[in-house]
């Protein structure tokens, strides 16, 4: 009976003792080293939906136009540079067949770099002024996934902005 009673033990340590290695499912910071262009929005889980569709509608219409409105440029020195177009100067005129609104890719770029650090699904971005953010991202191969208060946030609280890796 000790003899069975040794064996159930050392057999139950051996299942609670084996675990999941969470370091492979651990974000590693060459995986987000890259380009990634903004593609769209999810805006499931959005703060203000009626806001955010409208703002949604014409990101749709410049991405579809081949309009980069945000690109990271992840580098392996953990340095990124962000190039920004404020999409919310498009789409205040009617078009001229006045049929909708006029959306045009916006033409003045505004470029800032900063170094990034993950940690986990922790990224943080630190600026020329010492000044930190820290975001939660979620990346699955060629897709990133962040905050879309990052595009733009007073018009996108509670979105994600999904990010394609080119």
Aim: glycine letters at 6%; hydrophobic letters at 40%; proline letters at 2%.
């Amino acid at each position: 009976m000790k003899r069975y009673l040794f064996l159930c033990a050392i057999a139950a340590f051996m299942v609670f003792s084996c675990s999941t290695d969470k370091e492979d499912e651990a974000i590693s910071e060459d995986s987000i080293v890259g380009t990634w262009k903004f593609q769209e929005l999810n805006i499931d889980n959005a703060d203000s939906p009626d806001e955010i569709r409208l703002a949604n509608d014409v990101i749709e219409v410049l991405v579809a136009s081949g309009c980069e409105i945000l690109v990271f440029d992840f580098k392996s020195d953990n340095t990124v540079t962000a190039s920004a177009k404020d999409f919310t100067e498009t789409g205040r005129d009617i078009n001229a067949e006045g049929t909708g609104l006029l959306i045009e890719c916006p033409s003045d770029v505004e470029t800032s770099s900063s170094v990034w650090e993950l940690d986990g699904d922790q990224l943080t971005f630190v600026d020329e002024n010492g000044l930190e953010e820290t975001i939660t991202i979620k990346l699955d191969g060629d897709t990133l996934t962040i905050p879309a208060e990052i595009v733009d946030e007073d018009n996108l609280d509670g979105a994600e902005a999904i990010f394609i890796r080119e």
